[in-house]
């Protein structure tokens, strides 16, 4: 989450239960962004349960509405199957590091 020029998501190419698939985090405004799951077309599809979002803290982050919201507060560590996956800094902007197979990508 960073300053995107209006139409700029950031994305990420997993496989969730063998299935390929994007994860896409998109600015809904300057403080909170929304992180959905796609398919590799770019179609929203609901979050699947194997995904899941902790704080900096550890406390779990339920999703709302098939996506999960991040703000500016804190950094958030995503997980796929239980696996650390997605890291992000707090540094008003995000700082993303993946784990090996997931590649990073920009939606324009």
């Known amino acids: 989450m960073s300053h995107f020029p209006t139409k700029t998501i950031d994305g990420f190419h997993v496989t969730v239960n063998g299935i390929p698939m994007h994860l896409r985090i998109e600015a809904i405004n300057n403080s ?3 992180i959905y799951a796609t ?3 770019g179609n929203q599809q609901p ?8 704080d900096a803290a550890g406390a779990n982050v339920a ?46």
């Open 47 to 54: 979050m699947p349960p194997s995904i899941s979002l902790s």
């Open 63 to 108: 999703p709302y509405k098939n996506e999960f919201l991040v703000t500016w507060i804190d950094s958030y560590i995503l997980k796929v199957s239980g696996v650390e996956a997605i890291w992000m800094t707090n540094q008003k902007q995000q700082a993303f590091k993946t784990a090996p197979g997931i590649t990073h990508f920009k939606v324009m």
């Open 32 to 34: 909170v962004a929304k």
């Open 39 to 41: 398919d590799v077309l």
